[in-house]
């Protein structure tokens, strides 16, 4: 299950989403709840900074590690189909949860059990 929302007031761009699952890679009662909120606050004529906060919520037999994640990003619209972009995101992991933007588990390049992942990311974007 995917809901999605999201709504611009002009001043600032607010968005959600909650998604769920049931039996996750097949397994019986492992289950998983993710939760993100997010808004943009336009800077000027072309740029954007982003705020954003995700919680991932598992329901597994015999533990139920959370993950939350928070970030920081800024856009700028070099031309109509050019944006420069920075962001940082942190993933705090707990009970042995091994999360992390670039994906999960150890081969994954997320983090040993438990423990944090940084992300920074900077870069130009340019749709043909």
Same mark, same amino acid.
């Given at each position: 299950?995917? =809901? ?5 007031? !002009? ?7 909650? =998604?769920?699952?049931? +039996? ?22 072309? !740029? ?6 995700? =919680? ?36 705090? +992991?707990?009970? !042995? ?18 423990? +944090? ?12």
């Amino acid at each position: 299950m995917h =809901q999605p929302a999201s709504y611009d007031f !002009g001043v600032v761009a607010l968005s959600a989403s909650y =998604q769920s699952a049931d +039996n996750l890679r097949g397994v019986k009662d492992n289950d998983a709840d993710l939760w993100t909120v997010g808004l943009g606050v336009p800077v000027g004529a072309a !740029g954007t900074v982003h705020l954003a906060y995700a =919680q991932l919520e598992y329901d597994r037999p015999g533990r139920d590690p959370e993950v939350k994640s928070y970030t920081l990003a800024y856009t700028h619209a070099l031309s109509k189909r050019t944006t420069a972009y920075v962001a940082y995101n942190r993933t705090d +992991n707990d009970d !042995g949860a091994t999360m992390g933007l670039v994906g999960y588990g150890h081969k994954a390049g997320s983090t040993v059990g438990g423990e +944090n992942a940084d992300l920074l990311g900077v870069g130009i974007r340019h749709t043909f």
